[in-house]
T-cell receptor
Framework: GQNIDQPTEMTATEGAIVQINCTYQ??????LFWYQQHAGEAPTFLSY??LDGLEEKGRFSSFLSRSKGYSYLLLKELQMKDSASYLC??????????WGAGTKLIIKP | TAGITQAPTSQILAAGRSMTLRCTQD?????MYWYRQDLGLGLRLIHY???????GKGEVPDGYSVSRANTDDFPLTLASAVPSQTSVYFC????????????FGEGSRLTVL
């Protein structure tokens, strides 16, 4: 079956760095997405990786290793507004998105 | 800009009643989707439409129907609601169907009693 695994919850301190991991087992792979979802709001797009390596976008970076079925989202210089859930999603061989349950990130002052 | 608009924002519904969740987008996107989001689970695709006039079944289509009469509108209908359909429903759209960014509506919280 198809499976996306992420930690359920993580806690970090304002100003610090946090890494949110995502491992996947899917039928085929056509890319991996990260979305941010604040409580009670809609998910919004953060990043897309299809090739191995690190993609940097401001304070956020996303890494992919296709051979390991692994990705991470790196958030630097954490701010209180980064408190949200982070959703990992993989596009399978049919370009259908398979979603992880999300990682709730709590930022403490 | 409106993007995607969903209505209603929230609704309490008696089991057995029918309900239509509305979704409208103004981005002229070809593809539209309906997802449900439940605690502890990832977003699950209910139905999708790759272009106006076509629809397809997602992962959890039972008990739901959709139509796509034009590019902008993609309503989701529950013909006879059951308590297991209590969830938050998100409508989304994308310009294309291959690894395109999804744009989500604000969600519709439905409670079936």
């Amino acid at each position: 079956g198809q499976n996306i695994d992420q930690p359920t919850e993580m806690t970090a301190t304002e100003g610090a760095i946090v890494q949110i991991n995502c491992t996947y087992q899917t039928s085929g792979f056509n890319g991996l997405f990260w979305y941010q979802q604040h409580a009670g709001e809609a998910p919004t797009f953060l990043s897309y990786n299809v090739l191995d390596g690190l993609e940097e976008k401001g304070r956020f970076s996303s890494f992919l290793s296709r051979s390991k079925g692994y990705s991470y989202l790196l958030l630097k210089e954490l701010q209180m507004k980064d408190s949200a859930s982070y959703l990992c999603a993989v596009s399978d061989s049919n370009y259908q998105l398979i979603w992880g349950a999300g990682t709730k990130l709590i930022i403490k002052p | 800009t409106a993007g995607i608009t969903q209505a209603p924002t929230s609704q309490i519904l008696a089991a057995g009643r029918s309900m239509t969740l509305r979704c409208t987008q103004d981005m002229r996107h070809n593809a539209m989707y309906w997802y449900r989001q439940d605690l502890g689970l990832g977003l699950r695709l209910i139905h999708y439409s790759n272009t106006a006039g076509t629809t397809g079944k997602g992962e959890v289509p039972d008990g739901y129907s959709v139509s796509r009469a034009n590019t902008d509108d993609f309503p989701l209908t529950l013909a006879s609601a059951v308590p297991s359909q209590t969830s938050v429903y998100f409508c989304a759209s994308s310009a294309g169907t291959s690894n395109e960014e999804l744009f989500f509506g604000e969600g519709s919280r439905l409670t079936v009693l």
